[in-house]
């Protein structure tokens, strides 16, 4: 089934993972088998193969740089003109995949269109087939000033979220418990103007509320869980979840473990231990579905290799190609066949539709 995934930060394992993701999985994993440098080497689940072999022939794919003022705690570029540097490496990376024939870049109704035609054609071997992508930004530090929006929409960027971890310039983000900035506000009025698509995950409840207050046009959260289930700010509430339905968003079920399993401890915790498997993230979308009554809100926002690998992923993805498994997991659960496709890639179409109409 084909597979729309709205999270992957691809240029950042790229960039600073040192990745080839022109290669299969194990072939990335098997070169960095003796690398010590993060807690994730070797343990990668994600590239253009992979992502093919499981049909996933459209992504939102990240650019990712955070800023960081002196003291703080988290890893940063120390001024915005480093961090916005470091994501146009990342766009090199993507426009370099584009002249490959590996990817191609969607940023418009006709090139999703195409984009989807060029998947359903079967007569195409799939390794034939680019793996399409919209540009998003996570985190918004990298814009040196507002009118850095503009020139990154003019390379096709589509999607923002204002926040990630931490302090941000434009918006609090997670572990904090800051709102918008003035600045912050500003942006969401000029994305407005652009009709970009406002990411509202990693905000922080101030700022979510905030932002659905100013913003007009699209919403969606790229890569959410549920607080009901798992209690931690980075999660939704059901009252969150309430508004975002309201305004049509489609929340991608992140499959990163410490948001599906209540207790997890990182770098301690393990997936099987802690019976992490993909049925976990199945909860979350019951949750929602139960709200909404339907199952036209969530969809997949997988995460994976999101600084993270399967140390810290369902214990039965060896890699995204086992995105495959989850139209059968979904029937075992009782969900119908419309339902599966919704949850697969057609919210996540519908979404795209309506927003570029
Ligand atoms: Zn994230």
Redesign the pocket.
């Known amino acids: 089934m084909f597979i729309i995934d709205a ?1 992957l ?1 691809l240029a950042m394992n790229a960039m600073e993972w040192n990745r080839d993701l022109k290669r299969p999985v194990m072939e990335i994993r098997e070169r960095e088998k003796e690398m010590k440098d993060k807690p994730d080497r070797a343990r990668n689940t994600v590239s253009l193969p992979a992502l093919r072999d499981c049909g996933a022939g459209l992504v939102v794919a990240t650019q990712i740089a955070r800023f960081v003022k002196r003291g703080s705690p988290l890893p940063g570029w120390h001024s915005p003109e480093q961090a916005w540097a470091q994501t146009q490496a990342q766009l090199a990376w993507y426009q370099a995949m584009v002249s490959e024939g590996e990817m191609v870049q969607v940023s418009n109704k006709s090139l999703l269109e195409a984009q989807i035609k060029k998947w359903e054609d079967n007569t195409v071997a799939v390794s034939d087939k680019p793996v399409g992508f919209i540009l998003s930004l ?1 985190g918004a530090d990298s814009l040196v000033n507002i009118s850095y929006l503009e020139k990154a929409f003019g390379y096709g960027l589509r999607a923002l ?1 204002p926040a ?1 971890y931490g302090e941000g310039r434009y918006a609090g983000g997670t572990g904090t418990e800051e709102g918008l900035s003035e600045a912050g506000k500003s942006l969401l009025k000029e994305m407005d103007s652009l009709n970009m698509i406002l990411d509202i ?2 905000l922080t409840d101030a700022g979510f509320s905030q932002a659905l207050k100013i913003y007009k046009g699209p919403v969606w959260a790229s ?1 959410h869980n549920c607080r009901a289930l798992v209690n931690n700010q980075r999660q939704l509430t059901d009252d969150q979840i309430r508004i975002l339905i309201e305004r049509g968003a489609v929340i991608g079920g ?1 499959m990163d473990a410490w948001m599906l399993a209540d207790g997890w401890i990182r770098g301690v915790s393990q997936p099987k231990a802690m019976g992490v498997n993909l049925n976990r993230l199945i909860d979350h979308y019951d949750h929602i579905c139960q709200i909404a009554g339907n199952a036209d809100h969530v969809a997949i926002g997988s ?1 994976l290799d ?1 600084a993270f690998g399967t140390e810290q992923s369902p214990y039965d993805l060896e890699t995204v190609a086992d995105l495959q498994n989850l139209p059968g997991l979904l029937k075992l659960r009782g969900y119908k066949e419309s339902d599966i496709q919704n949850i697969l890639y057609k919210n996540w179409l519908r979404f795209l539709r309506n927003a570029w109409n």
């Open positions: 999270h930060d996570e979220g990630h995950t990693h890569h992140v995460d999101g």
